[in-house]
């Protein structure tokens, strides 16, 4: 007599292996780091040299008694920071803070954000200085790569359809919802990003050493017409004032977008060139 077959499950079907694409090519990499590094010590030793005048102005010249559009300061019990006519009372933070020893200070930026950590105007300008030459000649160096080297056709061109609002809208969307792309869409910029980079490298970061420049009176012996182009070097002051703020506030956000995607596999991307595409969503998820 034939036995009775015994029913076999079906076996659970293999977890595909993750789908991995080369998304930061060498250059790419090395100029982020480079960068990161860079902009750092430049903000903090920035810090450090507008401590010895913390006022900014527009024009040709700026003085204590000159009006100026903003001032970090202090009076005998308070520090304030003041843009036109809004003060803000910042005591312990701006303008009047106690460093590590428990000594009150009166200087614009507390120790722990500049370089060097305690007064000293010359340190801060050859720290700046130096980092100056290194932000500038990289900067230029992957600007034409990003040019001549594909990465301005491949990845950061923005296509016809991109331009659409409505395209754009989306976009914005779906990040403030914080839904990401997944798939092969994770591997290419979206809108908003390649907008990003591109006002980063090709108008931030040119602006600052084009600023940096304009305050330099060797350079300006060399070439006066930067003044004309911005307005003197008070207002060149104040502008690269503004757009390294700028440039603090595009950090912050890439952080945040960063710890949101997947801090993971965003930085060994950026390590290692390869990056780990996050799994289609299925219908209904």
């Known amino acids: ?68 559009w903003l001032v970090i300061g202090s009076t005998p019990d308070t520090g ?14 701006l303008g009047r803070w106690t460093n590590a020893e428990g000594v009150e200070k009166t200087r614009a930026f507390p120790g722990w954000a500049t370089i060097p950590t305690s007064y000293n105007l010359a340190d801060g300008r050859r720290w700046h200085l130096f980092f100056a030459w290194v932000l500038s000649i990289g900067l230029a160096l992957f600007m034409l790569w990003t040019a001549f080297g594909g990465h301005l056709k491949k990845d950061l061109h923005v296509r016809r359809a991109q331009w659409s609002p409505r395209h754009i809208w989306h976009d914005i969307k779906q990040h403030a919802r914080l839904r990401f792309p997944k798939g092969e869409a994770a591997a290419r910029y979206n809108i908003l990003q390649k907008l990003s980079y591109i006002g980063v490298i090709f108008v931030l970061l040119p602006l600052m050493v084009a600023t940096g420049l304009t305050m330099s009176p060797g ?62 969503r299925k219908d209904g998820a």
Not at 33 to 38: G, H, K, L, Q
């Open 1 to 68: 007599m034939a036995q009775a077959e015994t029913p076999v499950a079906p076996s659970a079907p293999a977890p595909l292996a993750p789908v991995r694409v080369y998304r930061h090519r060498l250059p790419t990499r090395i100029w982020h780091w480079v960068n990161a590094v860079t902009l750092l010590i430049l903000l903090m030793s920035g810090l450090m040299i507008f401590n010895a005048h913390p006022r900014l102005y527009w024009g040709e010249y700026g003085a204590n008694n000159d009006p100026a």
């Open 80 to 93: 304030y920071l003041r843009i036109g006519s809004l003060r803000l009372e910042t005591t312990g933070v």
């Open 219 to 280: 350079i300006n012996a060399g070439a006066p017409w930067l003044l004309d182009v911005f307005g003197g070097r008070q207002s060149a002051r104040s502008i690269h004032f503004i757009v390294a703020w700028a440039l603090v506030v595009f950090f912050f956000v890439h952080i945040a977008m960063v710890l949101l995607a997947g801090p993971v596999n965003e930085i060994r991307s950026m390590v290692s060139g390869w990056f780990r595409l996050p799994p289609e």
